[in-house]
């Protein structure tokens, strides 16, 4: 049998970049009785969060929330407002990226994959000049959509969507912008109808500090107008019946209702601290992590200090390192999950996450784990990260009492 509540003393540093730590206040609201989904109480819950969501992807539209985790979302955003047959430009930031485009491929859509070759378009985020330039050949409107990744997870690079935005106005052109920030929402700054984008993808189990289980795309009104007409087949994915069912606070079939508690409490966490101080939280985070790593001698997968991840930090390892059996040594000696390397960085880096319920202590111990493991697995490191992290830390202070105020 497995033994689901296996605890060794302490607890599990569960730093990978997605699920993130769920913080007591929402295990607890989410084991609150299951209730009739047809019922009065459950249209109040209903309402509170569909409302309350709009305020994370700052949109003014309706936010679609699917029992699913993101890839169901991914899906969602696709055959809702694209026929068989569509062009669509995607970009190649990293392993999710890749999937996405795998996805649209197999869905009977022809994506053209564009990025910087290699290894090294796994380092920067988007470049709108390239977006720009591909959309101003396609003279006939050929290209129904572009989708890129917000924050791309497999390596902690983002990219600047207001930026893509304007490269897609620059050339005049009229497709959609269908944007992932599955792992990016409520971590790092995002405004869906600022920046122009047609359809957000999200999920719970990242800064929405949630298991995974529900997913989210945020809706534009251009976006609703092409679902009038998109071909691709979709039952479960479709938006009209559930944003009608919506306005009171219902949905066609079982939603998660436990999660949507949940939903509720991280919430209310979130909209008490502030996003702003959310990010400011979520950046100064990811530079203490930053700064371990240089002390460290080791260098940060992300090539463009502009386009650091707030949410977690890749690290690469040296030539001969296998980034995996450092991850294993971590694990067996420190009870501390890192992210593995995904797709082309397979073994060659590992991810730190630092995004949801963090704190100065909890990346502080995190960093001791991984310098321990680093020597441990014979990892020459030039200094201590640890005392460079806490350095910063220390001296860029953010006391509770301001956070409270706030
Ligand atoms: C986690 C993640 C996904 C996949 O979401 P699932 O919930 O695992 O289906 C897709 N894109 C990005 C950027 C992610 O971080």
Redesign the pocket.
């Known amino acids: 049998m497995i033994k689901l509540d296996f605890h060794p003393a302490g607890r599990h540093f569960l730093q990978i970049?997605?699920p993130s730590p769920v913080p007591d206040r929402i295990l607890r609201a989410m084991s609150y009785p299951t209730i009739d989904h047809r019922g009065p109480e459950f249209g109040a819950v209903g309402l509170k969060v569909l409302a309350g969501i709009q305020k994370i992807f700052k949109t003014e539209h309706p936010v679609v929330i699917y029992p699913?985790?993101?890839?169901?979302?991914?899906e969602a955003a696709l055959s809702n407002t694209l026929s068989p047959g569509d062009r669509v430009l995607m970009y190649e930031t990293g392993h999710?990226?890749t999937?996405?485009k795998k996805m649209a491929e197999s869905l009977g859509l022809r994506p053209e994959f564009l990025g910087l070759p290699g290894i090294e378009g796994w380092r920067r985020g988007v470049q709108p000049d390239m977006v720009e330039a591909h959309l101003r050949s396609d003279t006939e409107h050929g290209i129904k959509a572009v989708c890129v990744?917000?924050?791309?997870?497999?390596t902690g690079v983002t990219s600047d969507i207001a930026a893509v935005r304007k490269a897609i106005d620059a050339a005049g052109h009229p497709a959609l912008l269908l944007v992932?920030?599955?792992?990016?929402l409520a971590s790092a700054d995002y405004r869906h109808d600022e920046w122009g984008v047609d359809v957000t993808?999200s999920?719970?189990?990242?800064g929405l500090m949630l298991p995974?289980g529900i997913?989210f795309n945020a809706v534009s009104p251009k976006a609703l107008a092409a679902s009038k007409t998109a071909k691709l087949p979709r039952s479960f994915w479709g938006w009209d019946e559930i944003i009608e069912m919506n306005r009171t606070g219902y949905w066609p079939y079982t939603p998660n209702t436990n999660l949507l508690y949940g939903l509720s409490e991280a919430l209310d966490m979130i909209l008490e601290e502030g996003l702003d101080n959310v990010f400011a939280r979520h950046q100064r985070l990811a530079e203490a992590c930053r700064r371990a790593v240089r002390a460290w001698g080791l260098e940060i997968q992300c090539a463009d200090p502009a386009v650091y991840s707030p949410v977690l930090t890749g690290v690469m390892m040296p030539e001969g390192i296998d980034a995996d059996a450092v991850r294993r040594t971590i694990y067996d000696r420190f009870n501390m999950s890192l992210g593995t390397g995904l797709g082309k960085v397979r073994g060659r880096m590992f991810r730190i996450g630092h995004l949801g319920d963090c704190n100065d202590l909890t990346l502080m111990a995190a960093l001791a784990g991984c310098e321990m493991g680093l020597k441990l697995s014979g990892v020459s490191v030039a200094g201590s990260g640890v005392s460079a992290a806490m350095e910063y830390l220390a001296a860029h202070a953010q006391p509770l009492s301001l956070k409270a105020a706030a």
């Open positions: 970049p997605g699913a985790s993101g890839t169901g979302a991914w999710f990226a999937l996405w990744v917000h924050n791309e997870t497999s992932d920030t599955i792992s990016g993808v999920g719970s189990q990242k995974p997913s």
